[in-house]
């Protein structure tokens, strides 16, 4: 027992001489894990970003805006057109619309009513901008329609004359947040329902990026166990170590549970990152998370050794580890869900232990 915990002492200490050795081990797996979570989680609005300019400041140019501002397809801000020409080109959005200085009761009833839609092209942001503007601009024209018809109605009755053009521009702004008011009471001819059937198992990009990121980190390093058995013989150190009373199969062990403890190590260091960091769900059966690593290790450490009897130099057991790790990371869903798959290549993964460290991690 002495003998293997000397050779898992060695074996640690060799591991950990060089600092850079700490960015893989901690380092790089919580940055990864913070960004890749951050970036796949759900957005709390979805409705396309665009950019309004209200350059004519009246009556229709609000009820535009309060009816863009009700579209269930885009998000507006208001804004002035210098902002919205540098937001523009440097593509942090894909619409700007310009309501122009002689969009007003006149121009549309004669029909030369102006509105000016910047985009970006071939963007699909931006034609979804432009089709959520040209509904709310045939609900607004009926909306003005309306109004239109009540001055045109309260100037032919018998006796009645408007006092100045200000009266009858009130009379209009009036008679339009009226027809306004009444066509969002109005009932809708197209109801829209929402799916309700709740998914039997509920998804979590943050969790998913955390075993994802923990599996693949952790099984990097095992598999370039092969490495340590390389250098050995590359250096001749295990030649020497085999002329003492030290047998191959204790040297093995001793490699091998050195490594697979650093292992189990580094997961419970991002399992408790993931628990008070990220507050994720990891202690919720504390017995087969340990069974689970315990086993994700155990496979990845496996694959190592059995890597360890081809691999001829470090160089070469260093660069098949890492290459045989990201593949099997990615095809058994570390960094993208299995779902995302066909389905012919989530049956086929199913071989890689990694599709079942996953699988068993997020159960």
Known sequence: ????????????????????????????????????????????????????????????????????????SVKIEIRKIEDASSALEQKKISSVLIITENFNQQSLISKNAELELQQLPNNTEALIAQQAVQA???????????????????????????????????????????????????????????????????????????AGQLITWVFIPLIGLSGSFAYERQKGTLRRLLTTPTSKGLFLTGTIIGQVMTAIVQMLLLVLFGIFVMKLNWAQAPLALAVMLISSALAAAALGTMLGTFVKTESQANGLSIMIGMVMALMGGCWYPLELFPQTVQQIVKVLPTTWAMQGLLD
Request: no cysteine.
């Open 1 to 72: 027992m002495r003998k293997i915990l000397a050779i898992t002492l060695k074996d640690t200490i060799v591991r950990f001489t060089s600092p850079i050795e700490w960015v893989f081990f901690l380092v790089l797996p919580i940055i990864f894990t913070v960004v890749i979570g951050a970036s796949s989680g759900p957005s709390g609005d979805d409705r396309v970003k665009m950019i309004v300019v209200d350059q004519a400041n009246n009556t229709l140019s609000e009820t535009l805006i309060t009816s863009l501002e009700a579209s269930s």
């Open 136 to 210: 709310v601009l045939s609900r607004v024209s009926s909306v003005v329609d309306i109004a239109n018809a009540s001055v045109t109605r309260a100037e032919s009755l018998p006796g009645f004359k408007f006092e100045s053009e200000a009266a009858r521009q009130v009379f209009f702004d009036s008679s339009l947040e009226k027809a306004q008011t009444l066509l969002a009471e109005s009932p809708n001819r197209i109801t829209e329902e929402k799916g309700k059937t709740k998914d039997s198992v509920e998804f979590d990009p943050r969790s998913n990026a955390s």
